[in-house]
Every structure is written in C-alpha cells, then in structure tokens.
C-alpha cells in the first residue's frame, strides 16, 4: 500500500543561517574560547578543532564551517572544566559536536558526525553533579547520531538526524518533531517522544558510523514515558526490559509507558512489540524468568503492512484499547492470554485468518 505521508520524511536539508553579525573574530584550531565570539572564515582543523572553555559563551559559525570537532568540556589542572550556557549555533561542523554541562543550546547547524550531549565528567568541586540538566537541541541537520546521556528536562526539536536519537539514564525529555532513522529511551523515564518522522527508507541518507544506530522507536528499561502521535516506516515500536541487569545501578524494567496514536508501518517484523517475561540477571542457568515490562497502554495506534503481527503482545500486563490493524502478514493484534482487552480494538486484511488472537477484534 502507497502511503502518500511517506513526502513527510524528506524534510528540507538546508537550513537558513542568520544575517551576519557587524563584526567576527578570526580564530585559530586548537584555540579555547572564553567569549562570544563569532567566526569570519572557514577553519580546518583536522585531528584538532574548537574548544569553548567558560560559561555563558555563544560560539556562533556565521554561516562558516569548522572541520574538526567543536567541544565544551576542557581538561584543566583540575580534572575536566564543564561549562553551562553555551550556544553553538549557524554554521556547519565536520566532525564531534559535544557538550557537557547546564542549559546548553545547539542550533541552526548541520553535523558531519555525531552530536553527544553528555553529563558532566568527574573533577572538582565545581561540578560535583554528574547529571546535565535543561540542554535543547533545535533545527539541526546531523549525518551521525544524537545522544543525550544522563540528562534531565532536555529537548531536541525540528531536526533531521541520519542515525538515531538516544537517551541514555536520562530523564524529564522531549524528542518532538524530528526525521530520524531511529528514536532509542535506555533507562530513562518521564520522556515524551511525539510528532517524528522514524523512517527506514531511502528518504535519508545512510548513516554515517557513530552513534545512535536504530530502526523504529525503542524502550528498553525505560518508565512512565509517552510515545505518541509518531509516524514509523520500516521499524517497528518496541517496549522490553535488559537482560543483563546485574550490569546497571537503575532497573532494566520498562513500567508504565504509554504508546498512543502511532502509525506504524512496512516493518520487517511486527509493528509494535511488547516483551514478555525474560531470563533476569546475569544470564546464569539459575536466573529466573520474570516480567521485564507492565503497565503498558497501547490506545489507538494504527498498524498496517508489516512483515509479521501488526501488534504483538508477549505481556499480559498490557492494556490494549482502540487500536486498529490491517494488511499485516499474520495476526492483526497476538496476544498472550490474560491480557487485559479495553475493547473497541479493530483487524481486517491481515493474513491470519483468526486477526486477532486472545484479544476480541471487530
């Protein structure tokens, strides 16, 4: 089937660059910025790049591109300097985008490479948080990867993101309006992820290697988020917990998320999956199998042409209410039993003739 929205994923490469300011700054690579200051030429730093080395600094390109990697987090006598409101805005980087601290904001570039958004590394006592908080990402264009790690209250908006966009231990986030090969939340919580474009399909260009390599949007031991309002082409929505728990001080079980909303389509397997009870721990023979996901919701979601289920429920601690499947190669809805069954729930077309197992279709 012929989805005429797929024109959604081919958001504009270009972004527009603001006027130029009355006066730039001629920098050289390796240079430590400790002001505002703004770039009057191209700069090629290969194996080198910019680093910002104090707060409350905007490091504005001027429609100028650095090659080389642009960083806010310094090494000093002290151990590494993180620094907090810092903007890095209207140019184009060839390399590492990496920032570490408070209230950063980058915006109106384009990326060759990947984009990390890091806590704070260890130092002294001017940083004794090893969390970042209130970091925003906007109209970026990024042939690698986004990565949030150990973040809180983020956002990331309007951008188009050749990889994936990842948070990692993050939480209080919001991934809204962007094209993107893949979404991934790792034990992260309270992160809305709405209004994106998650494509697997010619539209974007393959990424390049780096960071955040996903197809679909994924939870993985993962709480009390909200993936709603998504288009997916080519991967499918999964909720499940990590294996290896013993490896992670935060739980590796996703509880409570809610998946409404969503259109999923053409995925090689099935269009939203939902894990069942797995071996926790450290995979030893006398590990128990427990549940590594409840409280799940999915409403009104809509699935069609996928490889496998539209909707596949491993789970019965899963809630499903309104959702709507079609052209799927096997069942409409499968769901193990004990599910709870909301109702209002609709499949036609799909291969199995039964459409739905343990869950009552109309």
Known sequence: MKHRWLALVALPLALAVA????????????????QDTTLDSDLACPGSGVL????????DLNGHSVEGYVQSDTFTE????NYSNVTIENGTVRGLVRV???????????????????????????????????DVIERVVVSGGITFR????????????????????????????????????????????????????QALPRPEPGLGRLSGIELYGTQSSRVGRNRVVGGRIAVGGLRS?????????????????????ASSDDGIFV???SRVGCSEPEDPFLP?????????????????????????????????????ADFGIEAVEGVNDGGKNRAFGNGNPLQCLNVRCK
């Open 19 to 34: 006027p130029a300011p009355a006066s730039a700054t001629h920098i050289a690579c390796g240079d430590v910025i400790t």
């Open 52 to 59: 910002i080395g104090a707060s409350d600094v905007t490091f």
């Open 78 to 81: 002290f151990g590494f300097a």
């Open 100 to 134: 570490a601290g408070d209230f950063n904001t980058v915006r109106d570039l384009q990326i060759s490479g990947d984009l990390l958004l890091a806590r704070p590394r260890e130092c002294d006592e001017r940083c004794p948080r090893l969390r970042a908080v209130g």
């Open 150 to 201: 150990s973040q809180d209250d983020f956002r990331v908006s309007r951008s188009v993101v050749s990889g994936g966009i990842v948070a990692e231990q993050s939480t209080g986030g919001l991934i809204d309006s962007n094209t993107a090969r893949g979404i991934g939340l790792t034990l992260s919580r309270e992160v809305t992820v709405t209004r994106n474009a998650v494509a697997v399909v």
């Open 245 to 265: 728990a013993c490896l992670f001080e935060l739980p590796a079980f996703s509880e409570d998320n809610l998946i409404t909303r969503n259109i999923v389509s």
């Open 275 to 277: 894990q069942g009870a």
């Open 292 to 328: 590594v996901t409840s409280g799940t919701v999915l409403i009104g979601n809509r699935t069609l042409d996928n490889a496998d289920d539209g909707i596949d429920i491993d789970e019965p601690l899963t809630t499903v209410i309104k959702n709507r499947a079609s052209g799927n």
